[in-house]
């Protein structure tokens, strides 16, 4: 919702890994974290993100969701940001989203059988998929390793540099989205 409100591509750390091809060099490396929950090292990411940013639908901008989760990250490879926004929401809703996550095969949106109004969910097209990767068990040992491998010092260096824009996570989609643009409009 952000990327099309400011005309810019979203590019996801998952989607960028799950888009590898299967004759990629790093494919089965990859693919082994992904489907333990773990991240990706970052000799391997770091390489892709700045392959990616390199692209020129980049240009004008980006949004780069799920990198620089780690101090190690930023070392690697620290892209020019304008400003970063920190979604903050609890752990038990991290859980209950990721889990709950559902892609319709017919049109490819994602859906949230917890969230979503089941009048909302019996208009997909076609039947819904779970990925692998989100369960229970798996997002909450990455939420555990993300707390244990150091987002909070990657929040705290980006505070420093006066970039952070905090937005409350856990309102509807369009009220975040709302809150996220509001912060985005106040920082420049």
Not at 35 to 47: C, H, K, L
Not at 90 to 101: D, N
Request: charged share 30%; with cysteine.
């Amino acid at each position: 919702m952000l990327s099309e409100a400011l005309g810019v591509p979203h590019i996801t750390m998952g989607g960028l890994f799950r888009s590898l091809p299967k004759e990629h060099p790093q494919y089965l490396e990859v693919h082994k974290y992904l489907d333990a929950g773990d991240f990706v090292p970052v000799e391997i990411s770091s390489v892709l993100v700045k392959e990616r940013l390199s692209q020129e639908d980049c240009a004008k901008g980006f949004i780069l969701d799920g990198w620089c989760r780690r101090m190690v990250d930023l070392e690697a490879y620290e892209p020019d940001f304008d400003a970063v926004i920190y979604i903050n929401i609890p752990k038990e809703v991290v859980i209950k989203r990721i889990a709950g996550r559902r892609m319709c095969e017919a049109d490819g949106k994602v859906y949230n059988i917890y969230t979503l109004p089941k009048e909302e969910l019996e208009k997909c097209p076609g039947p819904l998929t779970r990925r692998e990767d989100d369960t229970e068990e798996v997002a909450l040992h990455r939420w555990q390793v993300q707390h244990i491998e150091g987002s909070l010092p990657v929040i705290e260096y980006f505070k420093n540099k006066g970039l952070i824009i905090e937005v409350d996570g856990t309102p509807s989609p369009d009220e975040v989205l709302e809150n996220a643009l509001k912060g985005i409009k106040n920082h420049s």
